[in-house]
């Protein structure tokens, strides 16, 4: 395709290997966050691992957003779903993440109406094509997300569309990251950074990170010779005793970000003080409700939601992968009681999670290349 | 990182995934027929196990061969239930009549007559009703055979989505023909009569849910021709087709690999793909390689006959994009793997869940 085969062309793929061959200090390991699931996916897709020198390993972030919902908001959903008169409509991945008592799709299967939306717009259109139903809207997503979001609920209000409410679980990207930096069994050398979240909130979000922890971000956009591209510029940093936030995603992301989107989150948004991250915990200000302008639209307010909060199965280690202190295949139940048909953990789930992306396209391409690696 | 412990890890996980297993699921989902991992499992451990599986059912092949006064028929059953009635390049009722022939055509049995059963909703027009009627007339015409019988239902409204379906198909075995779905062996070919996946995006972007004004018309046509051409020109070399609908190419290669204990490795670059349908694919996050076609096969051949067989493709209607994707290998056996233009190989498995519901 025009304007992306640019960015997967092999031969140039092999070229930026060969620089990062001559960038690395070769007695020392090097393990670089990606934090986007999108990267994770790219990564895999296209076995990038297999290009970097041995000594550089990608750890896998919790920047996917299906990855990091926990079980309780998903029961909660389900709840809602199952109250009479509701079309609860969300993203399709969000169909099996499992619950406390099964899935959306299992939920759907036994009677309620759950219905994919391709966006929150098509939820609002699914409230004005069904207007004696209460039409929900699951709502999740970092930064990326959370604008359409709002720009929808701005149109219901504008519209008048009584019916519909959000179900809102939007997180914001930055607290999670400052958690992960504060927790003590992370080491990491750098970042590379979330692209799309980028495009929204700019890269000055992510200036704490050298300035306070010392480690460099590169912001990568979401081809393969863009990732290469941000982990070459990482090692770079770190050749040359540099530390600080560049963009390689030049064509999308600035320093400021996109005011406009900012501003329309402001509008129908607030700071939620507590919400719960998958494999994370509690995470102060890491998370939006809908504002006080919005509350009508709020499904919370409108449904009784129990909000119970349930424990993660003991088996599933998504925590520990999420954080980047183990790789999928290091978790107890992976492949095995856990897999893409039958998830645990959320990171199972999603396209972009880390499991799944690992047990769809990493499963062989480590198999091939574990000879050379050992040692 | 340890690399073996990343080995043990991998190993385990084969092991699982060989694992026969009971039917686990308490409902029926949507995923259950999606024609992917999930409509494998309801297949295999659930109805084949609970009709007593006899030798021609649990070959699980596109139709099964019957002896009959010493000729090989072939018979085989279907059903549609797609929305919306009509897409581009095609309806339900041309559908019903070519997915019926191909079921046949992938056996390598000449398509002889078929059966027509209607499920009526309340309420349907009957213009809609005559439209589709002589739509299947006109694709059976078409594919040289006849509609012999056929039966009449009527359920209330909201019971069905306007019509659906059911046929079942007779064929004569081509005695030249010599197809299993463990047929492949390393070093032979794999081949695609078309472009892929327009089958499934015309259908989706009919609906008019994503408000994508691509022009995609659907693939549907019947697979005779080819399969015929096929046979004249390699009939000892032809090991394997099979027409990739639900569940996409990925699915239909996984059966194929998984009957046959090879490897199957498809060279991504070289797949037709209408720019079309790839960027719409791309926008809505879906691989190609699980999107159905109606009207394309997938073909296994020995090496020295992949020139002349892909010729025939290529002679056939709407074969000029047919082209040699990939070869078989001994190695892993069982799975499909997927050579990226970027100069890597990853694991494609058969579809999971269901991106695109009833599509067919």
Same mark, same amino acid.
């Given at each position: 395709?025009?304007?992306?085969?640019?960015?997967?062309?092999?031969?140039?793929?092999?070229?930026?290997?060969?620089?990062?061959a001559?960038?690395?200090?070769?007695?020392?390991?090097?393990?670089?966050?990606?934090?986007?699931?999108?990267?994770?996916?790219?990564?895999?897709?296209?076995?990038?691992?297999?290009?970097?020198?041995?000594? &550089?390993?990608?750890?896998?972030?919790?920047?996917?957003?299906?990855?990091?919902?926990?079980?309780?908001? &998903?029961? @909660?959903?389900?709840?809602i779903?199952?109250?009479?008169? &509701?079309?609860?409509?969300?993203?399709?991945? !969000?169909?099996?993440?499992?619950?406390?008592d099964?899935?959306?799709?299992d939920?759907?299967?036994?009677?309620a @109406?759950?219905?994919?939306?391709?966006?929150?717009?098509?939820?609002?259109?699914?409230?004005?094509?069904?207007?004696?139903?209460?039409?929900?809207?699951?709502?999740?997503?970092?930064?990326?997300?959370?604008?359409?979001?709002?720009?929808?609920? !701005?149109?219901?209000?504008?519209?008048?569309?009584?019916?519909?409410?959000?179900?809102?679980?939007?997180?914001?990207?930055?607290?999670? !990251?400052?958690?992960?930096?504060?927790?003590?069994?992370?080491?990491?050398?750098?970042?590379?950074?979330?692209?799309?979240?980028?495009? &929204?909130?700019?890269s #000055?979000?992510?200036?704490?990170?050298? #300035?306070?922890?010392?480690?460099?971000?590169?912001?990568?956009?979401?081809?393969?010779?863009?990732?290469?591209?941000?982990?070459?510029?990482?090692?770079?940093?770190?050749?040359?005793?540099?530390?600080?936030?560049?963009?390689?995603?030049?064509?999308?992301?600035?320093?400021?970000?996109?005011?406009?989107?900012?501003?329309?989150?402001?509008?129908?948004?607030?700071?939620?003080?507590?919400?719960?991250?998958?494999?994370?915990?509690?995470?102060?200000?890491? #998370?939006?409700?809908?504002?006080?302008?919005?509350?009508?639209?709020? #499904?919370? !307010?409108?449904?009784?939601?129990?909000?119970?909060?349930i424990? @993660?199965?003991?088996?599933?280690?998504c $925590?520990?992968?999420?954080?980047?202190?183990?790789?999928?295949?290091?978790?107890?139940?992976?492949?095995?009681?856990?897999?893409?048909?039958?998830?645990?953990?959320?990171?199972?789930v999603?396209?972009? $999670?880390?499991?799944?992306?690992?047990?769809?396209?990493?499963?062989?391409?480590?198999?091939?290349?574990?000879?050379?690696?050992?040692? | 990182? /340890?690399?073996g412990?990343?080995?043990?890890?991998?190993?385990?996980?084969?092991? %699982?995934?060989?694992?026969p297993?009971?039917?686990?699921?308490?409902?029926?989902?949507?995923?259950?027929? =999606?024609?992917?991992?999930?409509?494998?499992?309801?297949?295999?451990?659930l109805?084949?196990?609970?009709?007593?599986?006899?030798e021609?059912?649990?070959?699980?092949?596109?139709?099964?061969?019957?002896?009959?006064?010493?000729?090989?028929?072939?018979?085989?059953?279907?059903?549609?239930v797609?929305?919306?009635?009509?897409?581009?390049?095609g309806?339900?009722?041309?559908?019903?009549?070519?997915?019926?022939?191909?079921?046949?055509?992938?056996?390598?049995? %000449?398509?002889?007559?078929?059966?027509? /059963?209607?499920?009526?909703?309340?309420?349907?027009?009957?213009?809609?009703l005559?439209?589709?009627?002589?739509?299947?007339?006109?694709?059976?015409?078409?594919a040289?055979?006849?509609? *012999?019988?056929?039966?009449?239902?009527?359920?209330?409204?909201?019971?069905?989505?306007?019509?659906?379906?059911?046929?079942?198909?007779?064929?004569?075995?081509?005695?030249?023909?010599?197809?299993?779905?463990?047929?492949?062996?390393?070093?032979d070919r794999?081949?695609?009569?078309?472009?892929i =996946?327009?089958?499934?995006?015309?259908?989706?972007l009919?609906?008019?849910?994503?408000?994508?004004?691509?022009?995609?018309?659907s693939?549907?046509?019947s697979?005779?021709?080819?399969?015929?051409?096929?046979l004249?020109?390699?009939?000892?070399?032809?090991?394997?087709?099979?027409?990739?609908?639900?569940?996409? *190419?990925?699915s239909?290669?996984?059966?194929?690999?998984?009957?046959?204990g090879?490897?199957?490795v498809?060279?991504?670059?070289?797949?037709?793909?209408?720019?079309?349908?790839?960027?719409?694919?791309?926008? +809505?996050?879906?691989?190609?390689?699980?999107?159905?076609?109606?009207?394309?096969?997938?073909?296994?051949?020995?090496?020295?006959?992949?020139?002349?067989?892909?010729?025939? +493709?290529? /002679?056939?209607?709407?074969?000029?994009e047919?082209?040699?994707?990939?070869? *078989?290998?001994?190695?892993?056996?069982?799975?499909?793997?997927?050579?990226?233009?970027?100069?890597?190989?990853? *694991? +494609?498995?058969?579809?999971?869940?269901?991106?695109?519901?009833?599509?067919?």
């Amino acid at each position: 395709m025009r304007f992306a085969a640019e960015y997967r062309d092999g031969t140039i793929g092999r070229a930026i290997a060969r620089r990062l061959a001559d960038v690395v200090d070769p007695d020392r390991l090097y393990k670089l966050m990606e934090i986007c699931g999108g990267h994770t996916h790219t990564i895999y897709k296209y076995g990038i691992g297999s290009l970097l020198p041995a000594n &550089v390993e990608l750890v896998h972030g919790p920047g996917c957003p299906v990855c990091v919902i926990p079980m309780g908001r &998903v029961a @909660d959903a389900i709840a809602i779903a199952r109250q009479p008169g &509701v079309i609860l409509t969300c993203f399709g991945d !969000l169909l099996r993440v499992p619950g406390s008592d099964g899935t959306l799709l299992d939920a759907r299967a036994a009677g309620a @109406d759950v219905r994919i939306a391709y966006s929150p717009l098509d939820a609002l259109r699914i409230a004005r094509e069904n207007p004696r139903a209460e039409v929900v809207f699951f709502a999740i997503g970092f930064e990326t997300t959370a604008p359409s979001t709002a720009l929808t609920l !701005l149109r219901a209000r504008a519209e008048a569309t009584s019916n519909f409410s959000c179900f809102c679980n939007h997180v914001t990207i930055g607290p999670p !990251l400052r958690a992960l930096l504060d927790s003590p069994d992370v080491f990491l050398d750098g970042f590379v950074g979330p692209g799309h979240v980028a495009t &929204v909130v700019g890269s #000055a979000p992510f200036e704490f990170i050298p #300035a306070e922890h010392g480690k460099g971000v590169v912001i990568a956009g979401f081809e393969p010779i863009d990732v290469l591209q941000a982990v070459l510029m990482l090692l770079e940093q770190l050749r040359s005793g540099r530390c600080e936030v560049e963009i390689q995603y030049v064509r999308a992301v600035t320093a400021a970000g996109n005011q406009r989107a900012l501003e329309v989150m402001d509008t129908v948004f607030a700071l939620r003080p507590q919400f719960e991250w998958r494999g994370l915990g509690f995470i102060p200000d890491s #998370a939006l409700r809908l504002a006080d302008e919005f509350a009508e639209f709020d #499904a919370e !307010l409108r449904f009784g939601v129990p909000g119970v909060r349930i424990e @993660d199965p003991k088996a599933c280690q998504c $925590g520990e992968v999420l954080r980047g202190s183990i790789k999928p295949w290091e978790c107890k139940v992976f492949g095995t009681a856990c897999t893409p048909e039958r998830p645990i953990g959320t990171c199972m789930v999603a396209a972009e $999670g880390a499991c799944a992306a690992y047990f769809n396209y990493g499963r062989l391409a480590a198999g091939a290349r574990a000879p050379e690696a050992v040692g | 990182m /340890s690399a073996g412990g990343e080995q043990a890890a991998l190993e385990r996980i084969d092991r %699982a995934r060989r694992r026969p297993r009971a039917f686990r699921d308490t409902h029926i989902t949507t995923a259950h027929g =999606a024609g992917g991992k999930a409509t494998h499992e309801l297949i295999e451990r659930l109805l084949v196990p609970v009709l007593g599986g006899g030798e021609q059912l649990a070959a699980l092949a596109d139709a099964a061969v019957l002896g009959v006064g010493g000729t090989s028929v072939a018979m085989t059953t279907d059903s549609f239930v797609v929305r919306p009635l009509r897409f581009p390049g095609g309806s339900i009722g041309e559908l019903a009549v070519n997915g019926t022939v191909n079921d046949l055509a992938m056996v390598g049995a %000449a398509p002889l007559a078929l059966t027509l /059963s209607l499920v009526l909703e309340e309420g349907l027009e009957t213009e809609a009703l005559r439209q589709e009627i002589a739509a299947a007339a006109a694709a059976a015409k078409s594919a040289g055979i006849e509609i *012999v019988a056929g039966d009449t239902k009527v359920v209330g409204r909201d019971a069905a989505d306007g019509m659906y379906i059911c046929t079942t198909g007779i064929g004569i075995l081509d005695p030249r023909a010599a197809l299993s779905p463990a047929g492949a062996r390393p070093g032979d070919r794999l081949l695609v009569s078309g472009p892929i =996946a327009e089958h499934g995006v015309a259908v989706m972007l009919a609906r008019g849910e994503f408000e994508l004004g691509a022009a995609v018309c659907s693939d549907t046509r019947s697979l005779w021709p080819a399969v015929a051409a096929l046979l004249d020109a390699c009939p000892g070399g032809l090991r394997s087709l099979r027409d990739p609908t639900r569940g996409g *190419v990925a699915s239909a290669l996984n059966e194929l690999a998984q009957a046959s204990g090879t490897a199957i490795v498809v060279q991504e670059e070289l797949v037709p793909l209408a720019p079309a349908v790839g960027g719409a694919c791309e926008l +809505l996050g879906i691989d190609p390689m699980y999107v159905a076609c109606e009207g394309r096969l997938l073909a296994i051949v020995a090496a020295e006959e992949a020139g002349v067989a892909l010729a025939a +493709l290529r /002679s056939v209607e709407g074969g000029d994009e047919a082209a040699e994707i990939g070869a *078989v290998e001994p190695d892993p056996a069982g799975i499909v793997l997927v050579q990226t233009a970027f100069g890597s190989r990853r *694991v +494609l498995d058969m579809l999971v869940g269901d991106p695109l519901p009833r599509i067919c």
